[in-house]
T-cell receptor, first 114, second 112 residues
């Protein structure tokens, strides 16, 4: 069966520090991968998605970037964190491009920027 | 383009009472509809989905939803809620895009 991992689970970082969040999926090949953010009291904001290695689409221009160095690995990064980067970051995967495919979510990373 | 509107941001309800969480969508193409639940500090978990066939869809934890094409709605219902159902619920639509479009969420709080 497929599983999705995210780490770390919790992170506290000072303003201006770099960021690296990692997401890996097991049990599937060539998944579509997604990064979402939930700010306090707000809904899901899609940040990036990827349909293959090295293929990244950005939904919202901002302080963050994403990379997909391997088929089942998706990384969210920042060179300098802002206070507004605080939130709950969720990685998700989908088996393919079909509209009927279910999207599955990881457990999330709680990021606090101080 | 597609969009999802969850009409209620917060729904308080007493334990063992019925509940309905409302979701309306708009899309210019055929849609597939999903409901997810999120417990505090956790990822989203799929409750149920409508792809085709019967418009009444049954999901996990006793929830069900009815797809109404004429009213462009996909409301989530449960006949008797428990304290453990307290969570945030998200409606989502999948159409021609590669990703789901989510509503803004409804916080369900079950009161003793």
């Amino acid at each position: 069966s497929q599983t999705i991992h995210q780490w770390p689970a919790t992170l506290v970082q000072p303003v201006g520090s770099p960021l690296s969040l990692e997401c890996t999926v097991e049990g599937t090949s060539n998944p579509n991968l997604y990064w979402y953010r939930q700010a306090a009291g707000r809904g899901l904001q899609l940040l990036f998605y990827s349909v293959g290695i090295g293929q990244i689409s950005s939904e919202v221009p901002q302080n963050l970037s994403a990379s997909r160095p391997q088929d089942r690995q998706f990384i969210l990064s920042s060179k300098k964190l802002l206070l507004s980067d605080s939130g709950f970051y969720l990685c998700a995967w989908r088996a393919g491009p079909s509209s009927t495919d279910t999207q599955y979510f990881g457990p999330g990373t709680r990021l606090t920027v101080l | 383009a597609q969009s999802v509107t969850q009409l209620d941001s917060q729904v308080p309800v007493f334990e063992e009472a019925p509940v309905e969480l409302r979701c309306n969508y708009s899309s210019s193409v055929s849609v597939y509809l999903f409901w997810y639940v999120q417990y505090p500090n956790q990822g989203l978990q799929l409750l149920l989905k409508y792809l085709s066939g019967s418009t009444l869809v049954k999901g996990i934890n006793g929830f069900e939803a009815e797809f109404n094409k004429s009213q462009t709605s996909f409301h989530l219902r449960k006949p008797s809620v428990h304290i453990s159902d307290t969570a945030e619920y998200f409606c989502a639509v999948s159409g021609s895009a590669r990703q789901l479009t989510f509503g803004s969420g409804t916080q369900l709080t079950v009161l003793p």
